[in-house]
Antibody, heavy 113, light 111 residues
Framework: EVQLVESGGGLVQPGGSLRLFCAASGFTFSNYWMSWLRRAPGKGLEWVATIKEDGSEEYYVDSVKGRFTISRDNARNSLHLQMNSLRAEDTAVYYC??????WGQGTLVMVSS | DVVLTQSPLSLPVTLGQPASISCRSSQSLVHSDGNTHFNWFQQRPGQSPRRLFYKASNRDSGVPDRFSASGSGTDFTLQISRVEAEDVGVYYCMQATHWPHTFGQGTKLEI
């Protein structure tokens, strides 16, 4: 069974940093592109970033370019999102997603002073 | 960026009645690989999103056959033949043909 378990969310002040983790199991992690998506309170879903199977390509939504970095460790079956210079508008539940088909339960990031 | 426009944004329905959601894209979603990377998602209250359809009309495993999806190019439709109580939630279209991937605004289906 495919499982994606996110962690690392929490409350952070504007301008601060957080690093999200996603532990993957139940499939060959290194064979799949992986993504982070989010849903802000009262808003719709938003794609944030995607990384290729071997980590050689990364794509980001414009609003996070230069602030967020997606990475992966295929040896440890884990996906990461380093978030710097956080803003109030980054407040959201962040989901780790495989191929659009499998989603984790999400981790809440709140950016507030 | 590709803009996906869903309609309606709010969809009150009666149990047992049909429902339909439209999604229109600002540009063709046919990829250079020949596929149309267009998906429909459902997010029930308090749950993570769930993909219902991929490549415009391919049903995901476990999705009831009262759900159907169609469309090509720039116009796509999600239909529910007979709405059940468990269908309450927000439905999103999403394109993964062009970077950045984008979602429609979401359609809230309520009984």
């Amino acid at each position: 069974e495919v499982q994606l378990v996110e962690s690392g969310g929490g409350l952070v002040q504007p301008g601060g940093s957080l690093r999200l983790f996603c532990a993957a199991s139940g499939f060959t992690f290194s064979n799949y592109w992986m993504s982070w998506l989010r849903r802000a309170p009262g808003k719709g879903l938003e794609w944030v970033a995607t990384i290729k199977e071997d980590g050689s390509e990364e794509y980001y939504v414009d609003s996070v370019k230069g602030r967020f970095t997606i990475s992966r460790d295929n040896a440890r079956n884990s996906l990461h999102l380093q978030m710097n210079s956080l803003r109030a508008e980054d407040t959201a539940v962040y989901y780790c997603v495989r191929n659009g088909q499998n989603w984790g339960q999400g981790t809440l990031v709140m950016v507030s002073s | 960026d590709v803009v996906l426009t869903q309609s309606p944004l709010s969809l009150p329905v009666t149990l047992g009645q049909p429902a339909s959601i439209s999604c229109r894209s600002s540009q063709s979603l046919v990829h250079s690989d020949g596929n149309t990377h267009f998906n429909w998602f459902q997010q029930r209250p308090g749950q993570s999103p769930r993909r219902l359809f991929y490549k415009a009309s391919n049903r995901d495993s476990g999705v009831p056959d009262r759900f159907s999806a169609s469309g090509s190019g720039t116009d796509f439709t999600l239909q529910i033949s007979r709405v059940e109580a468990e269908d309450v939630g927000v439905y999103y279209c999403m394109q993964a043909t062009h970077w950045p991937h984008t979602f429609g605004q979401g359609t809230k289906l309520e009984i």
